[in-house]
């Protein structure tokens, strides 16, 4: 899978307010970016130049109907990922691999060879600019495993960012090793740079490039 350039992609943390979370982040020196129209938003991003973004995530906002066609079509291993995030209430809730290429053709037939169930989407949405951004995800029905997206078309990653508080990026993530199929991580991310899994479940935390600073001590404020 090396060829398939496989990386860190993101990291979820789930607040229950979204507009007072961007608030706190933003006086704390971070540039944060609404996913969509801020009065319809449940997500904001923090970006840096390179390496592993930060997602604040309120929640989907789906509809009931929505969800029980997912359930209808197939889906409820999504709504139990999802189900998993909203238990946290506060707190980091998941974290994601991202391939480089505009797809995730390789990654799909590398699960169906191995008979590892997983839901693929489409994904798309508006950003604040009015722009439409289109990827690839692919869910695992293991809601333990970290789940993959294709890269951003177009890709909205700023060439040039400086926070105020002069954080320029994410220096590892800390997961829990209990329940993750380490092997077929190993599999897929040889090169395992930025993470470090640790006992317990889950994403942990997240460390930032020479800073103390942390998002979850920012939001609980």
Known sequence: MQQNKIQLSHVLYRVEELHLAVRKLRD?????????????????FIWFENG????????????????????VLGYQPIL???????????GWCE????????????????????NIPFRFHKAKRKDVDGNILKWDLLMPDDIDFPF?????????????????????????????A???????L?????AQGGLQ??????????ELIESDLRIEDILKR
């Open 95 to 114: 974290w994601a691999l991202e391939s480089t290429m505009e797809n995730l053709h390789s990654e799909k037939e590398f699960f169906k060879k191995r």
């Open 28 to 44: 704390a020196g971070f540039i944060i970016e609404y996913g969509t129209d801020p009065v319809n938003a449940y997500n904001a």
């Open 186 to 190: 190993d599999q897929l991310l040889p």
């Open 80 to 90: 139990e990922r999802m189900k998993e995030w909203e238990k946290v209430g506060q």
């Open 52 to 71: 592993v973004f930060i997602e604040i995530y309120h929640n989907s906002g789906l509809p009931f109907y929505t969800k029980w066609m997912m359930k």
């Open 178 to 184: 209990d329940s993750l199929d380490t092997h077929l």
């Open 148 to 176: 993959f997206m294709s890269a951003y078309v177009p890709n909205p990653k700023p060439k040039e960012i400086n926070h105020p508080n002069g954080i320029t990026g994410v220096k590892n993530i800390l997961v829990g």
């Open 197 to 206: 899994l640790i006992p317990g479940k889950g994403l942990q935390t997240v």
